[in-house]
């Protein structure tokens, strides 16, 4: 009798039963010793797939999604190309709403023990907008194009996104993808077609030679300009007319444009920011303003900003309302930790005239921080570069004095040890921001064993059409602990 009833790389028909979280998608192999486990991503329930094992165990296999050969009863047609960062985009919203609801639900039941997780839930709140939410995205650069009709690799110049499950070939984007900007996206097959008249060739992956690597473009929502950035490698550089490229930008998106920016990257890894690389402004301004809850900030090509901004306006807003300081205190203050270019501790100190204190431990962000509070007049707040563990022995004016602390870690969530750091602060009211639930879910156990009572969890439905689901979630510490 065989270990495992599959080997990896084999591949499976399967009919997907349900979803799990973080888009993992369901399906039963009938066995002699019972039903056997097949987890596939991006596939919808109702859906008969195509899969190939990536990893095979003894009670279940993990599985890459080959292609579908038979859709769901339950999607609908869409008007937009489809593209690998939209697996979801043919599930009707309220489903997508239904299986995230679901299934973070069920997270914090498996890995927080909260077994009645429900009584906690407060609000599921949607993006405003299910379609053209996205302020920034990124086009990839290939001489070897996947061919979607044909589900071949072809040696071509390709512009668009890379084919799911690869890293060196793409599908060219020929129209609106429905997540980002209409008008850039219809026109990105006028851009390649310039770039393929340049003579200048497009990137070869394996390879690590060619010119052109990457487009990224950002667009303020506040002004709806876009900022342009062309990475290519430093190889024939002398050979590309970078104000040419400028004049098919404005001509193709008018006043539309706030810079160009040209990315000299010469390293051969795949990354888009370049180690020791050089930026030349071609045009315009570095930057684009944009605004979340009236306040107004500028970002930059590598600036760190929610991607959605208009559904970060409701999740900020929910921050707010969770981190409401109930006592009279007047030395009472918030602290926001992770604060990055102060965002959170802006809008806290805007809504509040209590003392809001912004920490993180890298300091250009919080130079940043101090210069985005100051241009939006914003004077109850404080910035700090510091580690978590030393705040207080570096500024023991606050011991004792913070009543509520915002964490907004990074996706990985909270390192143990800082984790322990953040529940010496004793904080009476924690309000959590995550972008990963599951690390949030395991952060929980660590805060309720330390007197920490989870009393409010809402989730933010900040990507539609992706499994991706962001959580705000109110602690209280019990005053007999």
């Not at 991503?41 to 990893?55: D, Y």
């Not at 489809?82 to 919203?93: D, E, Q, R, V």
């Not at 077609?193 to 690597?213: D, I, M, N, T, Y």
Request: charged share 25%; proline share 5%.
């Amino acid at each position: 009798m065989q270990d495992r009833p599959v080997k990896k790389n084999q591949e499976l028909e399967l009919d997907i039963t349900d979803m799990a979280f973080g888009g993992v998608a369901i399906g039963k192999i009938h066995t002699e010793q019972g039903d056997f486990t097949v987890f596939v991503q991006n596939a919808i329930p109702g859906q008969r797939v195509l899969a190939r094992v990536e990893k095979a165990q003894k009670r279940f296999a993990e599985c890459k999604l080959v292609k579908v050969l038979k859709p769901s009863s339950q999607e609908v047609s869409i008007p937009y190309q489809a593209i690998p960062g939209a697996p979801y985009a043919t599930l009707p919203i309220e489903l997508q709403h239904h299986y995230k609801r679901r299934n973070t639900l069920e997270l914090f039941k498996r890995i927080a023990k909260l077994e009645h997780i429900e009584s906690c839930m407060d609000a599921f709140i949607e993006s405003p907008s299910v379609w053209h939410y996205r302020n920034k995205m990124e086009y990839s650069f290939s001489v070897i194009r996947y061919d979607l009709e044909e589900q071949k690799e072809y040696d071509d110049f390709g512009l668009g996104f890379k084919h799911r499950g690869t890293w060196w070939c793409v599908e060219n984007l020929d129209r609106d993808s429905g997540l980002f900007d209409e008008e850039l996206e219809s026109k990105l097959h006028s851009i390649r077609r310039w770039c393929v008249e340049s003579g200048l060739p497009a990137w070869h992956p394996p390879g690590h030679h060619g010119f052109f690597r990457y487009l990224i473009v950002r667009k303020s929502y506040a002004t709806n300009q876009l900022l342009i950035n062309l990475v290519t490698s430093e190889q024939r550089v002398s050979e590309f007319n970078g104000q040419a490229f400028v004049a098919i930008i404005r001509e193709l998106f008018g006043s539309r444009v706030a810079g160009v920016i040209h990315t000299i990257n010469p390293n051969t890894g795949d990354r888009i920011d370049p180690l020791n690389g050089r930026t030349i402004q071609l045009f315009g301004e570095p930057v684009i303003a944009e605004t979340i809850n009236g306040l107004r900030f500028e970002i930059g090509m590598t600036s760190f900003f929610q991607t959605n901004p208009r559904s970060a306006e409701r999740l900020y807003s929910k921050v707010i309302e969770y981190a409401s300081i109930e006592d009279n205190r007047d030395d009472a203050v918030v602290m926001d930790l992770f604060c990055g270019t102060g965002t959170i501790t802006q809008l806290l100190g805007q809504a509040s005239n209590r003392k809001v204190v912004g920490v993180d431990i890298v300091a250009d962000a919080i130079e940043d921080a101090k210069r985005n509070a100051l241009r939006n007049g914003v004077s109850n707040v404080e910035f700090y570069a510091a580690d978590v563990g030393s705040f207080l022995l570096q500024y023991p004016e606050f011991t004792g004095k913070i009543d509520c602390l915002v964490l907004d870690p990074p996706r990985g969530g909270i390192a143990p040890k800082t984790l322990r750091k953040v529940i010496r602060l004793g904080a009476r009211r924690i309000v959590y921001v995550s972008c990963n639930p599951a690390t949030q879910a395991r952060d929980t156990l660590d805060l309720m064993e330390a007197g920490y009572t989870l009393r409010k969890i809402s989730m933010v439905d900040q990507f539609p059409h992706t499994s991706h689901i962001e959580t705000v979630v109110l602690f209280e510490l019990d005053p007999m602990k």
